[in-house]
């Protein structure tokens, strides 16, 4: 058997560790942190769960992503969710991983004010994405290339939505797909070119699932949810937007026909509308797109996995010191 020999630490390490020691305990106080899931991959919704003392219901908390080179990746607002058994406010957080991040080990702050109050690490795995190149027609290519005070304007009020944290829980359980289908004709994070008519190209990514259905085919609801927009835009068509959790949306674009008015709540798997190609599209299709904090996320990993899994998240709230 081998022992090994302890080496006799420099007087600096020793400090060191005593500092941090010293400021973990004052950063962690009594606090119990949670995150659901330790491992990820680009896309995917992590939710970060905190309890103690010193978190009110008022307390303003926020969730942050930082990778390995110290910059910030993602970032939500706290909300409340429950009380624990002796009173105490329980916040959560949901945040997802970009779909551009590089794989490797990061971490999540939660940050009050200006300083940190608690850090759980958290490794990004590695993930490749499809590349596809799409030719644009005349039209596809103005509703791509050319400037519209209007589309600016959309794209402000899709903004608007898109980041803001609520308060309503509408869903804990995992999403459904929209159509009954399977057949994708584009996947969650393609790597697009689009070929322009005049041969000049351009790059995106592309941030939901495409269904390749046809015209007329209903568009249910991947969850119970509230109608935060149902309206014609130039570039996504006809769309609906419903809000699940806070600052958790799912969109459905290309519509033919909206049978939803913003502001009512919807069950899963009530219809939202019949599926189409209005507004930048190459065939009938259904996009469906999920964001999490503004991020987009990976809608398969909503469907294996409830995005707020409740009973866990209480289950797992650990002291972190
Ligand atoms: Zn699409």
Request: aromatic share 6%; hydrophobic share 40%; with cysteine.
């Given at each position: 058997?081998?022992?090994?020999?302890?080496?006799?630490?420099c007087l600096l390490?020793?400090?060191?560790?005593?500092?941090?020691?010293?400021?973990m305990?004052?950063?962690?106080q009594?606090?119990r942190?949670?995150?659901?899931?330790?491992?990820?991959?680009?896309?995917?919704?992590?939710?970060?769960g905190?309890?103690?003392a010193?978190?009110?219901?008022?307390?303003?908390l926020?969730?942050?992503?930082?990778?390995a080179?110290?910059?910030?990746?993602?970032r939500a607002?706290?909300?409340?969710?429950?009380?624990?058994?002796?009173?105490a406010?329980?916040?959560?957080?949901i945040?997802?991983v970009?779909?551009?991040?590089?794989?490797g080990?990061?971490?999540?702050?939660?940050?009050?004010?200006?300083?940190?109050?608690?850090?759980?690490?958290?490794?990004?795995?590695?993930?490749?994405?499809?590349?596809e190149?799409?030719?644009?027609?005349?039209?596809?290519?103005?509703?791509?290339?050319v400037a519209?005070?209007?589309?600016?304007t959309?794209?402000?009020?899709?903004?608007?939505?898109l980041?803001?944290?609520?308060?309503?829980?509408?869903?804990?359980?995992?999403?459904?797909?929209?159509?009954?289908t399977?057949?994708r004709?584009?996947f969650f994070?393609?790597r697009?070119?689009?070929?322009?008519?005049?041969?000049?190209?351009?790059?995106?990514?592309?941030?939901?699932?495409?269904?390749?259905?046809?015209?007329?085919?209903?568009?249910?609801?991947?969850?119970p949810?509230?109608?935060?927009?149902?309206?014609?835009?130039?570039?996504?068509?006809?769309?609906?937007?419903?809000?699940?959790?806070?600052?958790?949306?799912?969109?459905?674009?290309?519509?033919d026909?909206i049978?939803?008015?913003?502001g009512t709540?919807?069950?899963?798997?009530?219809?939202?509308?019949?599926?189409?190609?209005?507004?930048?599209a190459?065939?009938?299709?259904?996009?469906?797109?999920?964001?999490?904090?503004?991020?987009?996320?990976d809608?398969?990993?909503c469907?294996?996995?409830?995005?707020?899994?409740?009973d866990?998240l209480l289950?797992k709230?650990?002291?972190?010191?």
């Amino acid at each position: 058997m081998m022992i090994a020999k302890q080496k006799p630490r420099c007087l600096l390490g020793m400090f060191l560790i005593l500092f941090l020691g010293l400021s973990m305990g004052i950063m962690a106080q009594d606090l119990r942190l949670a995150l659901i899931p330790e491992q990820l991959r680009p896309g995917e919704p992590v939710t970060i769960g905190i309890t103690g003392a010193t978190v009110g219901a008022d307390t303003k908390l926020w969730a942050e992503l930082i990778n390995a080179q110290g910059r910030r990746l993602s970032r939500a607002s706290f909300f409340s969710l429950t009380m624990d058994q002796d009173g105490a406010t329980v916040k959560a957080a949901i945040l997802a991983v970009p779909c551009t991040s590089g794989p490797g080990p990061a971490l999540i702050r939660v940050q009050q004010g200006s300083g940190s109050i608690g850090e759980m690490n958290i490794t990004i795995l590695p993930r490749d994405f499809v590349s596809e190149e799409i030719a644009l027609d005349q039209n596809n290519t103005e509703l791509r290339t050319v400037a519209d005070p209007q589309k600016t304007t959309e794209a402000n009020t899709l903004w608007a939505i898109l980041s803001r944290t609520g308060a309503d829980l509408y869903t804990t359980e995992p999403f459904k797909p929209p159509v009954t289908t399977t057949r994708r004709t584009s996947f969650f994070g393609d790597r697009r070119v689009y070929k322009y008519v005049d041969g000049s190209r351009d790059t995106a990514i592309h941030a939901g699932i495409d269904y390749g259905v046809p015209t007329g085919t209903a568009v249910t609801a991947c969850a119970p949810g509230k109608v935060v927009l149902a309206r014609p835009r130039i570039v996504t068509g006809n769309s609906v937007i419903l809000e699940h959790l806070p600052g958790v949306y799912s969109l459905y674009y290309h519509l033919d026909k909206i049978e939803v008015q913003e502001g009512t709540l919807v069950k899963g798997g009530d219809r939202l509308g019949q599926s189409g190609a209005t507004g930048l599209a190459t065939g009938p299709h259904l996009h469906w797109e999920i964001r999490v904090a503004g991020e987009n996320t990976d809608p398969d990993a909503c469907i294996a996995h409830a995005v707020l899994d409740k009973d866990t998240l209480l289950g797992k709230l650990i002291p972190i010191h």
